[in-house]
T-cell receptor, first 110, second 116 residues
């Protein structure tokens, strides 16, 4: 079995930095993905980690610690358009078996 | 490319009726996924195909659900008979295998199903 946990909701202020955590327990770990989903829309890919460390992509960064079963998504210089749900997803084994967490709904306030 | 195409975008039906959801993946992608999303259960993987062959259908809720992929450009998810608890947004996604592992999935716009 597997378990993917992330906070249900978070609130942050425009221009600030927010960190969204994700912990997982799974067999056959083979990569961790972060997706963004605006209300009423489909998820879209944000970042990918398979090795330990930090991956930076513009205002967004993602970190992975495989030994701790832990990842975080860091959003800098928050903008109102960043208000969305952020889904942590774990890929298992050497295929495309992907399991998603319940998502963290982020609200950015002025 | 137009991206992943799903139809219909919205479906309202009555309990007991058959529902068929359709998906056209991105051309060249060899993986296709069906997901269901609800407030209670989040985004759940139902089934996925590789080169038109079902690889894992362990997420399919029960025998009322079936999925097919007759060719590389078309897949269906069928619910027969439908029940109110099947009400959800159903997403189709596709990807292609990348040796480095960064095989991101591209999601379609989803089908919002309401079973009365």
């Amino acid at each position: 079995g597997q378990n993917i946990d992330q906070p249900t909701e978070m609130t942050a202020t425009e221009g600030a930095i927010v960190q969204i955590n994700c912990t997982y327990q799974t067999s056959g770990f083979n990569g961790l993905f972060w997706y963004q989903q605006h209300a009423g829309e489909a998820p879209t890919f944000l970042s990918y980690n398979v090795l330990d460390g930090l991956e930076e992509k513009g205002r967004f960064s993602s970190f992975l610690s495989r030994s701790k079963g832990y990842s975080y998504l860091l959003l800098k210089e928050l903008q109102m358009k960043d208000s969305a749900s952020y889904l942590c997803a774990v890929r298992r084994y050497n295929n495309n078996d992907m399991r998603f967490g319940a998502g963290t709904r982020l609200t950015v306030k002025p | 490319d137009a991206g992943v195409i799903q139809s219909p975008r919205h479906e309202v039906t009555e309990m007991g009726q058959e529902v068929t959801l359709r998906c056209k993946p991105i051309s060249g992608h060899d993986y296709l996924f069906w997901y269901r999303q609800t407030m209670m259960r989040g985004l759940e993987l139902l089934i996925y195909f590789n080169n038109n062959v079902p690889i894992d259908d362990s997420g399919m809720p029960e025998d009322r659900f079936s999925a097919k992929m007759p060719n590389a450009s078309f897949s269906t998810l069928k619910i027969q008979p439908s029940e109110p608890r099947d009400s959800a947004v159903y997403f189709c996604a596709s990807s292609f295998f990348v040796p480095s592992g960064l095989d991101e999935q591209f999601f379609g716009p989803g089908t919002r199903l309401t079973v009365l």
